[in-house]
């Protein structure tokens, strides 16, 4: 448990009949960028608001940095960033909340307070209330990362920010995270920039985790095959996520083992028109798909 | 030299980078002993994961194309010459059906697609 940032084990939470986490199993190495994705309503939110501490699950069990955050929540609290509701004192200017985050975090820095702030763009004179939906997220981030958090839990850091400041938000994770050995947890469904910081990929939905892994092992062992032939296999083999047809071409979706799949197709006479990776975001499709059956992929290592 | 990452393709990030170092390489743009940047350097140039450039490093490390100096930087020192023929000939199998098969529905003939073939290397020119 000690190389995990993040563990939990059949956790659920449940308002009334919506099961919102329902059954969640999720290992966040220490030292990672972690992408938590999942639709609108896929459970991630809520997650997040367990792992803080802000809301209590109904069973199963959780830990951040082996602490339970049920139980020990602020000593989670002093060692992790949370940018979750982006709600501070709207009478409070940038500059105040500085001073007032200060006292709680014994690895605060003023002067990453002071490099973000110029990285952001942000006027830290200026009320809570009177800056933009986007400046405001921006404050927020500024003050998880400048309180020098093992780890920084992010909710769809980038929504409502321009691409600019997107990018350079990027550069700033990257930099300041990946390279200290920090822990980075972000939730998102911009895929694109999750597919480049991120090392490891956790796609919720439903309130299950249908597929954890490293991105690199999904990008080498995901395959979609185009062949023609006459009489293929519909499923031959447990690789094999997703058969279609269509004007004398079948196509397969492969999680692994695609290039054996292949040489079994050519010698039942199959000529192969394609044998292509599949990127994040079409990965995602294929697992959260609208309309499938959710079952949990494996991922080869 | 410049490298470009693109994340719409299913192409794993790290050989996106070790193949644009190799073609570099290969054109004649890197040379023996030229340095690249640092893998925290790159990393936040790109906006992407530090692991993912350190692994590309290793790899061309592993193939002999690059060493490292620990605390000093990455150096090229030569052309790929540890693979094996196999090894090399099964790396690009899958390039060479692409392009196959491509041809063929364009039906180009095989001598024009060898010629394509001739002058994209020609093209290159000596740099070894």
């Known amino acids: 448990m000690n190389d995990l940032a993040i563990e939990t084990h059949s956790l659920h939470k449940h308002y009334g009949d919506i099961r919102a986490v329902d059954g969640l199993d999720m290992r966040v190495p220490r030292g990672a960028i972690y992408g938590f994705l999942g639709r609108n309503g896929a459970g991630k939110t809520t997650t997040i608001r367990l792992l803080a501490g802000l809301s209590h699950a109904n069973c199963g069990q959780m830990r951040v940095f082996g602490l339970d955050p049920r139980t020990d929540s602020v000593a989670i609290l002093a060692r992790t960033g949370w940018v979750i509701d982006k709600v501070l004192v709207p009478s409070m200017t940038g500059n105040d909340l500085v001073r007032f985050n200060r006292g709680f975090f014994p690895r605060w820095s003023d002067a990453h307070a002071a490099k973000y702030a110029e990285v952001f763009e942000l006027d830290m004179t200026r009320k809570f209330r009177q800056l933009s939906t986007g400046n405001q997220t921006k404050l927020c981030l500024l003050l998880a990362l400048a309180q020098g958090a093992e780890m920084v839990v992010l909710d769809e850091p980038t929504a409502g920010m321009d691409p600019v400041v997107t990018d350079q938000l990027l550069r700033v994770l990257v930099e300041d995270f990946a390279n200290e050995g920090r822990t980075l947890f972000l939730s998102s469904h911009h895929l694109s920039e999750v597919e480049r910081i991120a090392e490891w990929v956790g796609i919720i939905d439903h309130g299950r985790l249908l597929l954890e892994a490293r991105l690199d092992d999904m990008r080498a062992n995901f395959r979609r095959v185009r062949v023609v032939g006459e009489a293929l296999p519909l499923a031959a083999s447990a690789d094999v996520l997703k058969t279609g047809t269509g004007e004398g071409t079948t196509e397969y979706v492969l999680r692994a083992n695609a290039e054996a799949f292949v040489a079994t197709l050519r010698t039942q006479g199959a000529t192969v028109l394609e044998e292509s990776p599949l990127n994040l975001s079409e990965i995602f499709l294929e697992v959260v798909g609208k309309g499938k059956t959710n079952v949990p992929v494996e991922v080869l290592a | ?128």
């Open chain 2, 1 to 128: 030299m410049i490298i470009r990452v693109h994340t719409g393709q299913g192409t794993p990030i790290y050989l996106q980078i070790e193949s644009q170092v190799k073609h570099a390489i290969a054109a004649g743009a890197l040379k023996l002993d030229d340095a690249l940047p640092s893998v925290r350097k790159l990393a936040a140039e790109l906006r992407i994961n530090p692991n993912t450039v350190a692994r590309a490093y290793q790899n061309l490390e592993r193939d002999g194309i690059l060493r490292t100096v620990p605390g000093g930087g990455c150096y090229v020192t030569g052309q790929s010459p540890g693979l094996l023929k196999s090894e090399k000939l099964r790396r690009l199998r899958p390039m060479a059906t692409q392009l196959a098969v491509e041809a063929k529905q364009l039906r180009l003939a095989r001598a024009e697609l060898l010629q394509l073939l001739e002058d994209s290397y020609d093209d290159l020119g000596e740099a070894q």
